[in-house]
């Protein structure tokens, strides 16, 4: 494996900072190897709650919250800093915790969140912080008298963010840096699978000065904390990446005290090829299992392909599968890694296995691939599925399994990318753009890209459906951590 530095943090950040972790130890494996890379201290959920407590007192003084915004530019771009100059490290770091390949590494992992966070700032820049509500001119002098009508955009107060294993950093970029931009607080809880990128946040707001208590960072390898996080009262909002499963658990606890919630969650993404697009289509089963081993929420798994040309498709999409090469993720030859558990691992051989009981057949992949004996590998696999009603094409796997399915027309290719609970994003291909963008208007997902497309930090994403609440990314995502106030003023 790579012997690049990994983060040296291991204790949880809170108030300012590194402290003591009172719960037990959590042993990190890399999924690659299933050996410990490293040992964090995790927070007790006493220390969870003394994060969230000094969030609160942090935001309520009001030294960040209704500071000048260009320190907290200043802030968050010292931070960026830091990053870039210890991006070698957190590479390393998530090669070996979450199993990212190379080719990862330099774009979805490390290289865009990088990028992300100084793009994010650059966008929070124009936004403005107030500004007049359009009205006609007998209501804005009337009686008399001269009134003004001005929206304020403030930082809704104490955030909680919670992410997931698979993009650990970008996902934390997501959340952190517009609710620190905007002036919020924030704790910050990563996924127990992969806790060490997640302690660089610590360390990066240590090194820009960031006040005490504006960003915390806890660690634990059970849910009582997050729990706590998503149900005291002093936490305004909570923003979460994750299983639908979960979401609806977070909803569930934050509506006793009517918390603000963004929520990204599950989805079964279809990428849609028009009759005059086929050919495009060979090389689509790369979108899912490059993309982190199919271990991604937008990941493309359902195909859609004229009837006619399914068997033709399904070949060649095998085919290429079978070029693919599967190993040591900091090997840069290697496209795919491993699954994050032998559990999630585990989880893909049952759905090949409820997919064929359904009627489905195995064009390639569908085990654990041969030789690799230490790992929680899993073959890119593809599934003839007779219709969308099977499980394979219902349920969001995590995996590197992609659904293959044919359709009469466009109509009947519409009704199966909405026939889903799901509804994050999609894909449709044609060389005619006009009838592209037609059936992309059609589908019921959150972002929809038409050959290709683009994403950063300027493009907003969200879900749909069971997908999720609200959106991340873009104004859009900034303004979710800003609440709006209506000032009213009159002359004396």
């Known amino acids: 494996m790579t012997s690049a530095p990994f983060v040296r ?17 959590l042993a990190v494996e890399n999924p690659a190897t ?26 309520d003084t009001g030294e960040w919250a209704w500071a000048d915004r260009r320190e907290r530019v200043a802030a968050v771009l010292r931070m960026a800093d830091w ?56 209501e804005v002098i009337g009686g008399n008298r001269v009134a003004a009508s001005i929206l304020r955009y ?23 840096i517009p609710a620190l931009l905007t002036g919020n607080t924030v704790i910050l809880r990563p996924s127990p699978l992969t806790p060490i990128s997640a302690l660089a946040w ?12 504006v960003l915390n960072v806890v660690v634990e390898d059970d849910l009582a904390g997050a729990r706590l996080m998503t149900t005291a009262p002093e ?17 569930r606890q934050g509506a006793d005290t009517v918390k603000r919630l963004m929520l990204e969650l599950g989805g079964k993404s279809v990428q849609l090829y028009l009759p005059d697009a086929v050919e495009r289509a060979y090389a689509g089963g790369m979108g899912v299992f490059a993309a982190h081993s199919g271990q991604a929420c937008v990941a493309p798994t359902r195909m859609l392909v004229p009837s006619d040309r399914k068997a033709e498709v399904m070949e060649k999409v095998a085919q290429i599968a079978s070029t693919i090469v599967i190993g040591d993720p900091s090997d ?34 569908g085990k654990r691939p041969a030789g690799l004996d230490k790992g929680y590998y ?47 994003a999609g894909q449709v291909y044609s060389n005619d753009l006009n009838a592209a963008v037609d059936v992309a208007t059609r589908i019921r997902a959150g972002a929809v890209s038409v050959n290709g497309g683009t994403t950063g930090a300027y493009a907003s994403s969200g879900g749909y459906k069971q997908s999720g609440v609200g959106r991340e990314r873009g104004v859009d995502g900034i303004r979710t951590f800003q609440q709006i106030k209506h000032l009213s003023i009159g002359n004396p």
Not at 39 to 54: K, P, R
Not at 154 to 176: D, F
């Open 154 to 176: 403030e930082p809704v107060g104490v955030v909680s963010a919670i992410t997931a294993y698979n993009y650990p950093l970008w996902l934390a970029v997501w959340k952190v």
């Open 332 to 365: 840069p030859k290697v496209l795919m890694g491993p699954l994050i558990t032998a559990a999630q691992r585990d989880k893909c051989e049952r759905y090949v296995a409820a997919a064929v009981e359904h009627g489905a057949k195995v064009v390639y992949g």
């Open 9 to 25: 943090a291991r204790q949880p950040y809170i108030d300012g900072k590194f402290v003591v972790g009172d719960g037990p130890p």
């Open 202 to 213: 610590g360390e990066a707001a240590d090194a820009a000065g960031l006040p005490p208590g």
């Open 378 to 424: 899993f073959e890119p696999t593809v599934l003839d599925v007779p219709d969308n009603s099977n499980p394979a094409a219902q349920d969001e796997i995590f995996g590197p399994v992609l659904t293959v399915l044919g359709y009469d027309d466009l109509d009947h290719a519409v009704a199966i990318a909405n026939d889903s609970i799901y509804g994050l």
């Open 83 to 138: 990053f870039d100059q210890h991006a070698a490290e957190l590479s390393a770091t998530i090669t070996a915790e979450a199993g990212a390949t190379v080719a990862m590494i330099g774009t979805a992992q490390v290289g865009l969140p990088l990028r992300h966070i100084r793009a994010a700032t650059e966008l929070y820049l124009t936004l403005p912080e107030q500004e007049h509500t359009p009205r006609p001119l007998d």
């Open 34 to 59: 299933e050996e410990v890379v490293a040992t964090v201290e995790t927070t007790s959920v006493a220390q969870v709650e003394q994060a969230v407590m000094a969030a609160r007192r942090a935001f």
């Open 235 to 251: 936490v305004d909002l909570v923003t979460f990446t994750g299983s639908t499963q979960v979401g609806r658990e977070i909803m």
